[in-house]
């Protein structure tokens, strides 16, 4: 492939003077890689003075291997029982200096053994995963494509502050890693990714082509982002960008004082989709829905607060809130929607297996009226759902979820986890919603199924291990299984039960 051509795949159909400036950005990234950066005014080249003016090169890799089982929710068509696996190889080299630092990685997605037969006509349509990666990649059962993960410079030319340019991987809400090891996993499992991820579950995953800004004040971060997803995800072409816009900026405070550990964190964040041919997933009527041609104009404001509280031969305690609010204009419609999630938790001071129970609620607001001008229903803009739904078929829209959770480690290297959930949809009067984002140009990246009247969704419990056999070497097995209920019935009347189970494996080096 030429540079040229490769410049046309990663801009897509961008004007030509942003197709100039963006191939200039990627000759200069690579040049920077090849040479390093240039030696600061007034101070000489390290060849000259003996010292080193950045790290050596380091190379690093990891490659997850997974086989998926379903047994999706069975109507009088396609086939729901299936397995399949799928390959992620990531290869990156980076280097770091004191002002600098700068990072390449290139990746290899591979999608096996596909069902050709998991696709029924609506309403059940892709019938589990299978059929979701069926149809993202042209209806090919065997799927293969190389691309580039990350390659990005980030310059720390001020103490406190630091920009990086590129392409990426970003999680909202970990913009710093809390020094209280309850708290940063509470951050990492219960925060992190409800709006911006990687989507990194997914056999491909997505990454973003922008800016990020972080600047540091005493023990508060703010961080900016700009940037525009790639593609991806649940297609093997993941080279070039989508045309999406989005701005994020946060500003989070840590908090400690005695015994209490605690962290707050006040968001922004603009999403424009520029994608107006294409059918954009809601409640209204189809002929409605493709008369809308206008854009996705959405700003999500909120904010969410994290505490630890260590009572000593009581165990820990911890708490976990978090909430926004959107408005802005979903095409034609103006948006109005809200969502919330409110957990807590009891760590006993108990040796033997270390338990951890939690319990909470999720909402994500629906919409109530299909043939008004307001959109009522929380749009997620580009998630990873799968931490917070880990048998994958919902997410926060048009959701409630009551649900409960136990952690147990019988062993330092093992560490067991089991969840269960009672779903139901906020609104009746709205749709059973799956997806995280967009992903590629042709598709909106959320599907909807009809409600039929109902709100009772499903019930779901699962159980998952993972075992960090060797300090390069995990190894991590699933198994979920829901029980149907009005909704999912309404529309797989055969079996309303499904079933989910994977056995993966993760090397790195």
């Not at 409640?283 to 260590?310: E, F, K, M, S, W």
């Amino acid at each position: 492939m030429s540079t040229r051509d490769l410049t046309i795949v990663l801009a897509g159909s961008l004007p030509a003077r942003t197709l100039r400036l963006r191939r200039a950005a990627w000759i200069g990234l690579l040049a920077f890689a090849l040479l390093g950066p240039p030696p600061a005014r007034g101070q000489s080249d390290s060849s000259t003075t003996g010292a080193p003016h950045a790290s050596p090169l380091q190379f690093s890799g990891s490659w997850r291997l997974r086989v998926e089982g379903w047994s999706w929710f069975e109507g009088n068509a396609g086939n729901s029982d299936y397995a399949f696996p799928h390959s992620l190889l990531r290869l990156a080299i980076r280097q770091e200096g004191k002002w600098f630092e700068w990072q390449v990685e290139l990746a290899q997605a591979a999608i096996l053994g596909l069902p050709a037969d998991a696709l029924a006509p609506a309403p059940q349509g892709q019938l589990g995963l299978g059929g979701t990666y069926l149809a993202a990649n042209g209806a090919r059962q065997n799927n293969a494509s190389a691309f580039v993960k990350q390659a990005y410079l980030r310059f720390k030319a001020l103490e406190h502050a630091s920009v990086r340019l590129g392409r990426f991987e970003y999680f909202d809400g970990a913009e710093i890693a809390p020094k209280d090891a309850t708290l940063a996993a509470l951050v990492q499992t219960r925060i992190a990714q409800r709006l911006i991820g990687n989507f990194g579950w997914a056999a491909v995953g997505r990454s973003y082509d922008g800016l990020q800004l972080a600047y540091n004040s005493g023990k508060a971060n703010f961080t900016f982002v700009g940037a525009r997803p790639t593609r991806g995800v649940f297609q093997t072409d993941a080279m070039g960008d989508l045309d999406v816009d989005l701005y994020y900026g946060a500003l989070t405070i840590p908090v400690q004082a005695g015994r209490n550990s605690g962290r707050l964190r006040l968001f922004g964040l603009g999403y424009i989709d520029h994608r107006t041919a294409v059918l954009k997933t809601d409640n209204r009527p189809q002929a409605a829905r493709a008369a809308d041609r206008g854009q996705i104009r959405i700003g999500t404001y909120g904010a969410d607060y994290v505490h630890v509280l260590d009572a000593s031969a009581r165990g820990k305690f911890d708490v976990v809130l978090w909430g926004a609010l959107q408005t802005g204009s979903w095409g034609v419609q103006r948006q109005r929607a809200a969502a919330f999630v409110g957990e807590l938790g009891w760590q006993p001071a108990v040796r033997f297996l270390q338990p951890w129970l939690s319990a909470g609620y999720s909402y994500g607001s629906g919409d109530g009226n299909p043939n008004d001008s307001r959109h009522g229903t929380f749009f997620q803009v580009l998630p990873t759902p799968r931490p917070y739904a880990r048998f994958p078929f919902y997410n926060m829209e048009n959701n409630q979820d009551f649900y409960g959770a136990l952690n147990l480690r019988p062993h330092p290297k093992l560490a067991l986890r089991s969840e269960m959930h009672a779903l139901r949809l906020s609104s009746s009067k709205d749709l059973w919603y799956q997806g995280g984002g967009a992903f590629q140009r042709q598709t909106f990246g959320y599907v909807g199924r009809p409600s039929n009247g109902a709100r009772s969704l499903a019930n779901v419990w699962d159980l998952s291990a993972d075992c960090q056999i060797k300090r390069a070497l995990g190894v991590g097995l699933y198994y979920g299984y829901a029980w149907g209920k009005s909704v999912i019935a309404s529309i797989y009347p055969r079996d309303r039960d499904g079933q989910f189970a994977y056995l993966e494996t993760n090397l790195r080096f």
